[in-house]
């Protein structure tokens, strides 16, 4: 068995009786007794160093979750739209387990489009649980709701660690709309919301909705969250959002205690107790705690608060007539527009080899005003040349854009 079967064995004594999770789609509650005897039948049908989860959240992920714990396995969140062939083929390139501390490995395709896989032990996991509580204040007498996947990093660290190691309860839900996010928070007198910013824009936009009562924390990540959207959020419900950053290699990183800096569109936070951040001379984020320890494609600065402002990616340059631009300073200039709710800008080539920016833009503003808007702080070079707007981007199931299927769309139209 893995330390993180202990910990919940120890969690589940202190309150054996107390439910801890509950299935919104059916309305079934699980106590702590329930969930692990769940646990302990699965764990007699699982084999092998690696044991896919290829679920939706439920009461069953979680149980799955323990159940390779108890026999001191692996866990592989894998995407629940994924064929069984498929699931087979991700686990038999996992090869070899090399060291039996990894309890998790978490799947990601990071910036270069590729699988990447990430090898979490139990003291990882645990440590990042750690920092989020002690920072977030996350309590045992909690109730999150569970709408972002319990498989990913961000919510192994928020939803799924929070349960193991103190009983916080959680709250599953498949399948939603904004309208059934606020009536099932109600319903079960959710306290903590993590989620993304597509969701909390969604939630802002509703005409006559009303803060639930038992709403205390908001908070935002996966990707960025604009100001406007934040500031629509407090002014309908009352509530601050508080900004989250972290990555599948380390965990946890920065956090808006406040939610001020999130109001005011300034940073992600200043980072989490336990956890040290460093600014590189090329610009990029560095992480390092027990969670896990990575130099991050991310590129940062510090703000005379004290708090991690992210300006964008390590990524490509355009030369645009023997000039050089990245699509990062096009994407910062258009996120402080008004109106615009995500935005993303890439290099392109034409058909004579040359670069230039294409740009997918979240709002209803045209691309004649968005242009003159940005000519008030950008020289004309440095426009992009290619542009797609729609009030609605397509999404991954981690809520950010999806920018494959973007890109696809931005080559069919090639200058």
């Known amino acids: 068995m893995t330390s993180l079967w202990t910990l919940w064995q120890a969690t589940a004594a202190r309150c ?50 323990l159940a390779i714990q108890k026999i001191g396995a692996a866990a592989v969140p894998l995407d629940v739209s994924l064929p069984p062939e498929t699931q087979r083929d991700t686990i038999y390139r996992l090869g070899p387990r090399s060291k039996s501390s990894i309890c998790c490995v978490k799947l990601t395709s990071g910036t270069s489009g590729y699988l990447k896989r990430i090898f979490c032990s139990s003291a990882n ?42 009983g916080t309860a959680v709250v599953c839900a498949q399948a939603f709309v904004p309208r059934q996010i606020l009536r099932l928070i109600d319903e079960h007198q959710v306290t903590v919301l993590p989620t993304v910013p597509a969701i909390l824009r969604a939630l802002a936009q509703s005409e006559g909705a009303m803060k639930p009562s038992s709403l205390r924390l908001v908070i935002s990540a996966g990707a960025p969250l604009t100001a406007e959207v934040a500031q629509q959020f407090h002014q309908r419900y009352g509530i601050k959002i508080h900004n989250f950053y972290g990555s599948s290699e380390t965990g946890s990183i920065c956090y808006d205690r406040t939610g001020m800096a999130t109001l005011k569109g300034r940073s992600v936070g200043k980072p989490l107790a336990g956890v040290k951040v460093q600014i590189r001379r090329d610009g990029r984020v560095a992480v390092s705690s027990p969670a896990g320890k990575a130099t991050l494609p991310d590129l940062g600065e510090w703000n005379r608060h004290g ?40 290099v392109l080539q034409d058909k004579r080899g040359n670069d230039y920016l294409a740009a997918v833009v979240e709002t209803t503003r045209d691309r004649a005003d968005l242009e003159q808007e940005l000519l008030k702080t950008l020289p004309t070079w440095k426009l992009p040349k290619t542009w797609l707007i729609a009030p609605a981007l397509p999404r991954t199931d981690r809520g950010k854009l999806h920018t494959a299927e973007l890109r696809a769309r931005l080559s069919v139209s090639l200058p």
Request: glycine content about 8%.
């Open 307 to 346: 708090e991690l402002h992210l300006l964008g990616r390590v990524g490509a340059v355009a030369n645009v007539g023997g000039k050089k631009v990245t699509p990062a300073e096009i994407e910062r200039a258009l996120r402080q527009l008004h109106g615009i709710t995500d935005a993303w800008v890439t």
């Open 16 to 65: 054996a009786e107390k439910v801890v999770v509950i299935d919104a789609d059916t309305n079934r509650a699980w106590t702590a007794a329930q969930l692990t005897a769940e646990a302990e039948h699965l764990a007699t049908m699982f084999r092998g160093p690696y044991v896919p989860i290829c679920q939706p959240n439920s009461a069953l992920w979680l149980a799955t979750f």
């Open 125 to 166: 996991l645990q440590a990042d649980g750690e920092h989020i509580i002690r920072t977030m204040g996350i309590r045992p007498a909690d109730r999150n709701l569970a709408i972002i996947p319990l498989g990913h990093s961000y919510g192994l660290g928020n939803l799924v660690m929070p349960l193991l190691l103190q």
